[in-house]
């Protein structure tokens, strides 16, 4: 069924002239198989109470949707999605321009924005990005997903973040090229927001601006290349800013948290060491509680106040300052 001419739950057909769109004005309406490739239009979809199941949304512009409910497998768009409601998409969720996503629930495979098409078909369906796509995800209960990616800025809010991996800011076109290494663009920050409930991720990684804020922060590996701040009870094996890092909570875990790295030698060391520019500082506050961890180091200053600290190694380039409270 092919929705540029042909209305789901409707009458509507366009004609020749009309820019071709696709509606679903029926709060009950099911989808099996939606396709808009040809035309210049977008798919509309307008089911605010009921839920619209797809195997695959395919669409040649936007695709806007207010629905009860979105269940698919694959959605790409060759432009912006918005779309509120609850979203369940098994496999990916796609867009060459902005992607966001408003609902009570978001869950997903991987969702990608500012998608290249034509590069990624020519890399057999290896995703690459272009300069530019924002990701937003605001979920009043969780989100969950394996992969987010951003070719501009991800913000997620939610009470709940599970999540594989999220990279802003990524040149995927770079990355192949560099045997898989990841590189990042010039621009794209982390936002993530669950002041209620659980952050838990294996990797974040942003090409800007790196800010995190929940009840508690457990993510494996946290990389900045600019500022890092985290809010939260902290648990990760690594954090890395190549400017300030704050991390403030009840208690902080960590294995080695430093700020000011110079990340492009730190990646290419042989031995892995982290090597750090002249700037950057960092501040950890675990007021009512206990720094753990196992190396801290800071291009400029050092600074924490906690109940205790324990870090089998401490270098800061800068002034140090360690307040135990009482």
């Known amino acids: 069924m092919n929705l540029s001419h042909l209305a789901i739950g409707g ?7 009309e820019r071709p769109q696709a509606f679903c004005d029926d709060a009950q309406c099911d989808a099996v198989h939606a396709v808009n490739e040809s035309g210049d239009g977008g798919i509309t979809i307008n089911a605010a109470s009921g839920t619209v199941r797809a195997t695959t949304l395919l669409s040649a512009a936007n695709l806007s949707a207010t629905v009860g409910g979105l269940v698919a497998g694959t959605v790409k768009v060759h432009g912006n999605i ?17 992607i966001a996503v408003s609902g009570n629930t978001i869950k997903a495979g991987t969702v990608a924005s500012g998608v290249d098409f034509a590069a990624t078909d020519a890399a ?26 951003g ?48 952050v838990a991720a294996g990797t974040l ?16 590996k946290v990389t900045g290349h600019n500022n890092v701040n985290l809010a939260g009870e902290v648990e990760s094996d690594q954090i890395l800013g190549a400017g300030d890092v704050r991390i403030s909570g009840r208690n902080v875990k960590a294995g080695t948290i430093a700020s000011g790295v110079d990340l492009v030698a730190t990646e290419n060391s042989s031995s892995g060491a982290i ?8 501040t950890i506050d675990a007021t009512s509680g206990k720094v ?14 906690s109940n205790a600290l324990t870090a089998r190694r401490v270098s800061a380039h800068g002034a140090v300052a360690i307040d135990g409270l009482p």
């Open 275 to 282: 090597t750090l520019s002249d700037r950057g500082n960092l």
């Open 124 to 149: 057999a369906g290896v995703l690459s990005l272009r300069r530019t796509g924002d990701l937003t995800l605001s979920a009043r209960d969780s989100v969950a997903a394996d992969t987010l990616l």
């Open 11 to 17: 009458n509507r057909r366009t004609t020749r002239n």
């Open 205 to 220: 990684l942003s090409a800007g601006d790196l800010v995190v804020s929940a009840a508690k922060v457990a993510v494996s």
């Open 292 to 305: 753990e961890a196992g190396a801290i180091l800071s291009a400029g200053n050092f600074t924490s106040r």
């Open 82 to 98: 918005e779309l509120s409601g609850n979203a369940d998409v098994s496999k990916e969720m796609l867009a060459s321009g902005n």
């Open 151 to 198: 070719a501009g800025n991800i913000d997620v809010v939610g009470d709940y973040l599970t999540a594989g991996t999220l990279v802003s800011g990524v040149d995927l076109a770079r990355t192949r090229a560099g045997n898989g290494e990841v590189v990042l663009g010039p621009q794209g920050m982390i936002t993530i927001i669950a002041t209620a409930g659980v």
